[in-house]
């Protein structure tokens, strides 16, 4: 299996800054694209921005031009730098990873929380 474990949530300022990263342990071999989801409260879980095993990157409209998603393979690592924050962004937010060979398929790291404040 693999383990994802979040950091780098906070409050901010809205037009600030924040970087969220993602580290894999476990059978991080077997981890296909990643992505970052988020959650507000009251609301179902969306996709942020995903990135492939080539580097092949999308981003939720909400969030193009503003987040960038990036993987570093040889630190098993995931980001999300996060520019122009608005309140709107605030949310839990996820990191993913999907294992297409290998069950569970699917992994979920605890969440990290940013709240952005106007």
């Known amino acids: 299996q693999v383990q994802l474990v979040e950091s780098g949530g906070g409050l901010v300022q809205a037009g600030g800054s924040l970087r969220l990263s993602c580290v894999a342990s476990g059978r991080t071999l077997t981890i296909n694209a990643m992505d970052w989801y988020r959650q507000a409260a009251g609301e179902q879980r969306g996709l942020v921005a995903s990135i492939s095993n080539g580097g092949t990157t999308n981003y939720a409209e909400s969030v193009k031009g503003r987040f960038t998603i990036s993987r570093d393979d040889a630190k098993n690592t995931l980001y999300l730098q996060m520019d122009s924050l608005k309140p709107e962004d605030t949310a839990v937010y996820y990191c993913?990873?999907?294992?297409?060979?290998?069950?569970?398929?699917?992994?979920w790291g605890q969440g990290t929380q940013v709240t952005v404040s106007s």
């Open positions: 993913h990873a999907s294992t297409p060979r290998v069950w569970p398929y699917t992994n």
